[in-house]
């Protein structure tokens, strides 16, 4: 928002330094690809597409370079509605078309995606039978009410057991990659200094001779952080005056 560009503008680095921010591109759906196994999620990210105009043009059945931003928009509103749960109603409120339109959409996203689908459902299934979800590292997530008579709490439920693997397991990669480079600056005894984490954002606080090392010791650290993935991990990076400058 125009509000929350402004509070970025008031985050600014010390003399002779710059605002450093490192961004975990659409790490959810990149896990999401990963525990789902699906061909095609996984195909889009590792030849390097724009996930949302990939799976525009999945759904829609255009050529890559012909889809519209209205069709990329819509796409970015199911990828990161759909893999939580939404429902036909929720993503036509969300993106204000019918509930027909909403409907289609989601068919043609799980017609796009269809071992997205499975992925759901099992996860719900596990969580019914051991109580809890997990991340990829194994951290639970326990889930009293997924076996809930209510409809309403059970369903709340079941969107944890879906959306948890992918949350936590995103937290968890970056609290890796927040040790490892911490360790990292201090060896190299360098005078950058890790100073905020923002859900998948890092940001730093560097001396303007450290840029060129920092830049690429925090890429190739966050980017390398789980190699068993099975889709590449990519970090956009940015620096300038301020945190909206550098974002």
């Given amino acids: 928002t125009d509000d929350g560009k402004e509070i970025r503008k008031c985050f600014i680095p010390e003399p002779g330094c710059?605002?450093?921010?490192?961004?975990?591109?659409?790490?959810?759906?990149?896990?999401?690809?990963?525990?789902?196994?699906?061909?095609?999620?996984?195909?889009?990210?590792?030849?390097?597409?724009?996930?949302?105009?990939?799976?525009?043009a999945k759904i829609w059945h255009e050529d890559i370079e012909n889809v519209t931003d209205t069709q990329r928009k819509k796409a970015k509103q199911a990828n990161f509605g759909i893999i939580y749960g939404i429902t036909t109603y929720g993503l036509a409120q969300r993106m204000d078309i019918p509930n027909g339109e909403a409907k289609e959409l989601i068919d043609g996203y799980f017609n796009t995606f269809p071992k997205v689908k499975a992925y759901m459902e099992r996860?719900?299934?596990?969580?019914?039978?051991?109580?809890?979800?997990?991340?990829?590292?194994?951290?639970?997530?326990?889930?009293?009410?997924?076996?809930?008579?209510?409809?309403?709490?059970?369903?709340?439920?079941?969107?944890?057991?879906?959306?948890?693997?992918?949350?936590?397991?995103?937290?968890?990669?970056?609290?890796?990659?927040?040790?490892?480079?911490?360790?990292?600056?201090?060896?190299?005894?360098?005078?950058?200094?890790?100073?905020l984490q923002v859900h998948d954002e890092l940001n730093f606080n560097v001396p303007f001779a450290e840029l060129e090392e920092m830049t690429e010791l925090v890429r190739t650290t966050m980017e390398s952080i789980y190699p068993s993935l099975l889709v590449p991990l990519e970090v956009s990076i940015g620096h300038g005056p301020t945190w909206l400058a550098a974002h």
């Fill in 123 to 195: 996860a719900k299934e596990e969580a019914r039978q051991k109580g809890y979800a997990e991340t990829i590292f194994h951290r639970r997530r326990y889930l009293a009410d997924i076996n809930s008579r209510n409809a309403t709490v059970r369903g709340f439920a079941e969107r944890n057991a879906i959306n948890a693997p992918l949350q936590g397991s995103a937290a968890d990669l970056i609290k890796i990659a927040m040790i490892r480079l911490d360790e990292a600056i201090r060896q190299r005894g360098l005078q950058s200094r890790m100073i």
């Fill in 18 to 56: 710059e605002f450093f921010s490192a961004d975990y591109s659409q790490i959810e759906l990149r896990i999401m690809a990963h525990l789902s196994e699906d061909e095609n999620m996984m195909e889009a990210f590792r030849k390097g597409f724009d996930i949302h105009r990939a799976t525009a």
